[in-house]
């Protein structure tokens, strides 16, 4: 959403306000996946002290900010 600041268009000076929303749908932006962690009850990992035993493969995600607004003012000569 942009916003004209000027009375006069033809002025010498220009200004302008911007806003803006960065992922404005809210989806998971996925930065990074980490595999065979167990999350424990708390919803903090846990660390097996038995490395070799079987289990299955449990991935874990950590995701970037999900809303981010932003308001740019510009001023041209």
């Known amino acids: 959403m ?17 806003f803006s929303v960065y992922n404005a749908l809210l989806h998971q932006n996925i930065v990074a996946v980490n595999f065979n962690k167990v999350i424990g009850n708390n919803g903090s990992p846990i660390v097996e002290a038995n490395l070799l035993a079987e289990r299955d493969l449990v991935t874990t995600q950590a995701d970037l900010i ?11 000569l």
Do not use: A
């Not at 942009?2 to 911007?18: A, E, G, M, V, W």
């Open 2 to 18: 942009k916003f004209i600041l000027n009375r006069d268009p033809d002025n010498r000076y220009q200004h302008s306000l911007t």
């Open 66 to 76: 999900r809303f981010l607004p932003s308001l740019t003012y510009k001023f041209k």
